[in-house]
């Protein structure tokens, strides 16, 4: 059963206040909502005081989710506010900056390059300018041997097979997917999940996001087993799922659920 209204209102409140970074901040976005009626008593009630203040995700993971549901659906400006909640959240500049390469290679560059330079005008702004001054890292220059060898030995890890033989699984790949398979070893793999600012872990709940977000059943189904071999829990991505009825709607997250439920029957992986 859920809460009172005045319980959901002060768990919001306190959501405002740390994705804000301070009770004044809480304030000015509660005031906000409380302009717009029954929608922004939604935000602050159900969002932020029923779905936000659950505590099966952190809300550190919780706004590493949100900013990718909001980069890879287009949805600038609240990413603006959720780029800079994440930091008050505890994601560091270098993992925001990692977030749109990860989210590159799912949604697609333009939606990267879009909410990186949302970043930026953030960060700069944090840092009391109006251009940053830190840059992002940049791409290392890997030669194509080692592009493909990082990207054939991240299977190993995605796949949960640690034995996995990886000069048959590349033709395999090659075989069935030609110059796509190519780009997908080299570029997504290779060049983007090795990386090192984000953990496998963390680059799973983003790719899954993304995916979840944009209803991609089939790549969802995969990288749902994949986020479990890099230690997501069953829980967590449930609290995922819950939080995308907020930012994408229930269709959206309904369906994502449904994805989940299948690849969890199968079973394998801790549901702690």
């Given at each position: 059963m859920?809460?009172?209204?005045k319980?959901?209102?002060e768990r919001g409140?306190?959501?405002?206040?740390t994705?804000?970074?301070?009770?004044?901040?809480?304030?000015g976005?509660a005031?906000?909502f409380?302009g717009?009626g029954?929608?922004g008593?939604?935000?602050?009630?159900?969002?932020a005081?029923e779905?936000?203040?659950?505590?099966?995700?952190s809300r550190?993971?919780?706004?590493?989710?949100?900013?990718?549901?909001l980069?890879?659906?287009g949805?600038?400006v609240?990413?603006r506010?959720?780029v800079?909640?994440g930091l008050?959240?505890g994601?560091?500049p270098?993992?925001?900056?990692?977030?749109?390469v990860?989210?590159g290679?799912y949604?697609?560059?333009p939606?990267?390059?879009?909410?990186?330079?949302?970043?930026?005008?953030?960060l700069?702004?944090r840092e009391g300018?109006?251009?940053?001054?830190?840059k992002?890292a940049?791409?290392?220059?890997?030669?194509?041997a080692r592009r493909r060898?990082?990207?054939l030995?991240?299977?190993?890890t995605?796949l949960?097979q640690?034995?996995?033989?990886?000069q048959?699984?590349?033709q395999?790949i090659?075989?069935?997917?030609?110059?796509?398979?190519?780009l997908?070893?080299?570029?997504a793999f290779?060049?983007?999940?090795?990386?090192?600012?984000?953990?496998?872990r963390?680059?799973?709940l983003v790719?899954?996001?993304v995916l979840?977000?944009?209803?991609m059943?089939h790549?969802?189904?995969?990288?749902?087993q994949?986020?479990?071999?890099?230690?997501?829990?069953q829980v967590e991505i449930?609290?995922?799922l819950?939080?995308l009825?907020?930012y994408g709607?229930f269709p959206?997250a309904?369906?994502?659920?449904?994805?989940a439920?299948?690849?969890f029957?199968?079973?394998?992986a801790?549901a702690?």
């Amino acid at each position: 059963m859920s809460e009172d209204v005045k319980t959901r209102t002060e768990r919001g409140l306190d959501v405002l206040r740390t994705l804000g970074g301070s009770p004044e901040a809480a304030k000015g976005m509660a005031d906000y909502f409380e302009g717009l009626g029954a929608v922004g008593q939604i935000a602050l009630r159900v969002g932020a005081g029923e779905v936000w203040a659950r505590t099966g995700l952190s809300r550190r993971d919780r706004s590493l989710v949100v900013i990718s549901f909001l980069t890879a659906l287009g949805r600038e400006v609240e990413l603006r506010a959720h780029v800079a909640g994440g930091l008050h959240h505890g994601l560091c500049p270098e993992e925001i900056d990692e977030l749109f390469v990860q989210i590159g290679a799912y949604a697609g560059l333009p939606f990267a390059l879009a909410g990186a330079g949302i970043a930026n005008e953030v960060l700069a702004q944090r840092e009391g300018g109006a251009v940053r001054k830190t840059k992002p890292a940049s791409l290392e220059a890997k030669d194509p041997a080692r592009r493909r060898a990082d990207g054939l030995e991240l299977l190993k890890t995605l796949l949960g097979q640690p034995d996995l033989d990886l000069q048959t699984t590349e033709q395999q790949i090659l075989a069935s997917q030609g110059a796509m398979g190519e780009l997908v070893m080299d570029y997504a793999f290779g060049d983007v999940w090795t990386r090192p600012p984000l953990s496998r872990r963390d680059r799973s709940l983003v790719v899954v996001s993304v995916l979840a977000a944009l209803n991609m059943v089939h790549e969802l189904e995969i990288h749902l087993q994949g986020a479990l071999n890099h230690g997501v829990t069953q829980v967590e991505i449930e609290e995922m799922l819950l939080t995308l009825a907020i930012y994408g709607g229930f269709p959206r997250a309904i369906d994502g659920m449904r994805v989940a439920k299948s690849v969890f029957g199968r079973g394998g992986a801790s549901a702690a």
